[in-house]
């Protein structure tokens, strides 16, 4: 996994009692943006990938991106924009960071598509609390990938209590981890998710070439059918 060295990184308090963490992640290595609009779409997804083909056993593609800290992921509620996730969406996070952070959460993206992955942070699964942005762009040799967290409310008057409660959960210390965490599971993500992607793609093609010559198959009767079954002949 890489180290924490191969990313700028920074934890600032901001007005209010909010709180910014932001990583400049190392660039993902034939990784496109194509590809990484399609991984966030199928993360919560079973893989048969061993690293060299697919044959091995079959495991959440989940544990791959973090094999220590990742426990299970799933879209809770998926929202179609023109055939593609969007905005509304609800996705269910469980990992424990660094081994001693125990994240439970719910997220709803207010942005996705080949630009950015974000989505608010939801307390209870219905209070926003924050935000995490994920910013990505191609550039020679793959994409750059920005993250950054935003954790606080700003609402008057009472949003530096707010706040405080808030940062209760959200401690300087996890943030600090998280931002390991992150840097850990954004350098696997070259390793596996690009085979993962055209293996999709190539069986994405046979299903679509499978439709098409259905399409194209004579529409028989069921006169004709029985015909052709008793003669032995295949339509």
């Known amino acids: 996994m890489k180290s924490a060295d191969s990313a700028r990184y920074g934890v600032e ?63 809770r509620r998926r929202v179609y924009v023109r055939g593609r996730l969007g905005p509304g969406s609800v996705i269910e996070i469980n990992e424990d960071i660094g081994g001693k952070h125990a994240v439970r959460a719910k997220a709803r993206v207010t ?27 191609e550039v020679e040799g793959g994409s750059s990938f920005y993250t950054e967290a935003r954790i606080g409310v700003e ?41 993962l992607f055209e293996e999709a793609r190539k069986t994405a093609t046979v299903i679509d070439r499978m439709k098409t010559a259905r399409s194209r198959r004579p529409t028989l009767s069921a006169e004709e059918i029985l015909a052709a079954r008793d003669e032995g002949r295949r339509f």
């Open 155 to 195: 609402v008057p008057i009472i949003g530096r209590l707010l706040n405080w409660v808030i940062r209760r959960q959200f401690t300087e210390e996890l943030l600090r981890d998280w931002i390991v965490h992150n840097i850990e599971e954004s350098g696997e993500t070259e390793k596996f998710v690009p085979s």
């Open 13 to 75: 308090h901001l007005s209010g009692g909010r709180v910014r963490a932001w990583i400049e992640h190392d660039t993902m290595k034939g990784v496109t943006p194509e590809i990484l609009r399609w991984w966030f779409e199928n993360i919560d997804t079973w893989t048969r990938y061993n690293g060299s083909d697919f044959t091995g056993p079959s495991v959440p593609v989940y544990r791959y991106w973090h094999p220590f800290d990742h426990i299970a992921v799933r879209w």
């Open 111 to 137: 942005k996705f598509d080949d630009e950015a992955f974000n989505f608010d942070l939801l307390l209870g699964g219905l209070i926003r609390v924050g935000s995490l942005d994920h910013l990505y762009a």
